[in-house]
C-alpha cells in the first residue's frame, strides 16, 4: 500500500513539473508563429 501511495505522489509531481513547463512555454511565445518558419523556408525574401 504504501508503494502506491508513493507512486502516486511521483505521477502527480510529475505531472505538476510538466503543467507548469507547457504554460512557461505558452508564456514566452513558444507557440506564436506557427506557420513563419514553414514558409520562411519556401520563400527567400532578398
Do not use: H, K, P
Not at 12 to 41: C, P
Request: charged residues 15%; glycine residues 8%; aromatic residues 8%.
Amino acid at each position: 500500500m504504501t508503494i502506491i501511495l508513493l507512486l502516486l505522489a511521483v505521477s502527480l509531481a510529475l505531472g505538476a513539473v510538466g503543467l507548469v513547463v507547457f504554460l512557461w512555454a505558452l508564456r514566452s511565445g513558444q507557440y506564436d508563429d506557427l506557420d513563419g518558419a514553414a514558409n520562411r523556408i519556401l520563400f527567400d525574401e532578398d
